[in-house]
C-alpha cells in the first residue's frame, strides 16, 4: 500500500476482493485524504463489510464497476485497481478499469495472468505484482493495529476443525481471516 499511497491519496481506487487481506486494505485507504474506493466482490455479506469499513460503492462483479467510478465524478476509470482475488477474470478487467496513467497491483495468486501491451490504454499504465514488503511495512501495520486503525475480521476455529475452515475458506463463508487454533 505504501508505494501506491500517491496514487491512492485524492484518487479513486478499484479493490477486488474484500476477503482476508482486501478487508484490511480498506481499512489502510480509508486513512488516507480524500480516498474513494470501489469495491467488488460477490459475497453479499462482503460488500456490506467493504460498506461499513469506508468503501463509497460495493459491486458484485468487475464489469459493475465500471459504472460506479463514473458516478463518483472523479474522472474516467480508477487511478489504482488492487486485486486480491488475480483470477484469470479480474486480471482480464483489471486494466480497462484504469484511468490513464494507473497502476494494477496483483496481489491475490488466482491464476490469471495480465497482458501487458502498449497502446492497451492510451496513456499508460503500471502493473506491480508484490509478494511481501518491507519488514518496516510489517512494524508500521502492527503499531495501526495497537492504535485499532486496522481492525481484522476474525473467525477461528478450533485446530481440530482446520479442514473445515479450509472448507468455509474455499465456499466464501468466511468474512475476513481464518484463524486455525492450536
Request: no cysteine; glycine share 14%; charged share 20%.
Amino acid at each position: 500500500m505504501r508505494r501506491h499511497r500517491a496514487q491512492a491519496e485524492g484518487g479513486t481506487t478499484v479493490l477486488i476482493g474484500v476477503g482476508g487481506l482486501g478487508h484490511l486494505a480498506l481499512q489502510l485507504l480509508r486513512a488516507l485524504p480524500d480516498t474513494a474506493v470501489v469495491a467488488v466482490e460477490p459475497r453479499p455479506a462482503a460488500r456490506d463489510l467493504a460498506l461499513r469499513l469506508g468503501a463509497r460503492a460495493a459491486v458484485a462483479d468487475v464489469a459493475d464497476a465500471a459504472a460506479e467510478l463514473s458516478g463518483l465524478g472523479r474522472g474516467p476509470g480508477a487511478d489504482l485497481v488492487l486485486d486480491f482475488v488475480g483470477s484469470p477474470t479480474t486480471l482480464a478487467a483489471a486494466p480497462d478499469l484504469l484511468a490513464p496513467g494507473g497502476t494494477v497491483v496483483v496481489v491475490g495468486s488466482g491464476g490469471g495472468q495480465v497482458e501487458v501491451a502498449k497502446g492497451r490504454l492510451a496513456n499508460g499504465w503500471t502493473v506491480d505484482a508484490p509478494f511481501w514488503g518491507h519488514r518496516s511495512d510489517l512494524v508500521d501495520v502492527v503499531a495501526l493495529a495497537q492504535r485499532g486503525t486496522v481492525t481484522a475480521e476474525v473467525h477461528t476455529y478450533p485446530l481440530a476443525d482446520a479442514l473445515t475452515a479450509l472448507d468455509d475458506l474455499r465456499a466464501g463463508r468466511v468474512q475476513g481471516r481464518a484463524v486455525v487454533v492450536p
